[in-house]
Structure formats: C-alpha cells, structure tokens
C-alpha cells in the first residue's frame, strides 16, 4: 500500500505526538506511588508529571494536522483506527471512508491516547515503518 500522506510526513507527525505524549500529565490511578509521591492516604489523583507543558509542540502537532488535505486527514484517522483494532488492514476502505466522514479528525486525533503508538501500529498493518526516515532512526 502506498500512502496518500507522503510516509516521511507521517513519521514527523509521530515523532511530534512522542514529545507531545511525553509532556501531556498523566493522572496517577493507585499502584505504587510515584517516587516523591507522599499523598497515599488522602486517596487523591496525583499528576505525574510535574513539568510545565511546552504548548508549542502541541501546537506544532495540530499545525502539522491542519496543513493536510481532508483525505490525508482521513487517511491518518484511518491508520490510527487500524493501529487501535479498530479496524482490520483487509477493512481499510471501510475505515478510510469512515475517517473521510468524521466531521473534526483533528480533534479526534488530538484526543486519541497513545496516538504515536496507535499510528506507528497502524503503519505497520501495512508493514509500513519509520524506520530509517529522518530522525526515527
């Protein structure tokens, strides 16, 4: 399968959702607690992450979203969907022509958890990869 979005676009929109993911808080659940976590009893959410956002690379992110066409924001949306098991490789069309009917696929692709991760697994449904492009390496 040849992509619509040319592959190394892709990967820079991973590599972008990777910073973007390392820096979004994440709610502490319960487990054990977080090193210089020392709120145990009180039962509270803890942030994990204590780091001020950088919104530019969030920025940067929806940027890069914006600056595709409408099909390859649905091709996007598609491989994500593929990459969470949402859909089957073998259901592609269908999973494109849903993701081309979705009325705000950046807003759908901002919000998806693990979005780096669901699009790399989706690529390689197709055994598409990131490896060797840019700074993926």
């Not at 977080?34 to 530019?56: M, R, Y």
């Amino acid at each position: 399968m040849e992509p619509l979005t040319p592959l190394d676009t892709i990967c820079r929109i991973i590599l972008r959702a990777k910073e973007y993911e390392a820096q979004v808080p994440t709610d502490y659940d319960g487990g054990e607690a977080p090193e210089n976590v020392d709120d145990e009893e009180s039962g509270e959410t803890l942030s994990v992450l204590d780091d001020s956002i950088n919104t530019s690379v969030e920025e940067e992110l929806i940027a890069s979203f914006e600056d595709l066409a409408d099909d390859q924001q649905a091709e996007l949306l598609a491989f994500a969907w593929v990459g969470q098991g949402a859909y089957d490789a073998s259901d592609w069309d269908e999973a494109f022509e849903a993701a081309s009917e979705e009325n705000n696929v950046v807003d759908e692709l901002m919000d998806m958890p693990m979005l780096a991760s669901v699009l790399e697994s989706g690529l390689a449904a197709f055994d598409l990869s990131c490896d060797g492009i840019g700074d993926l390496t």
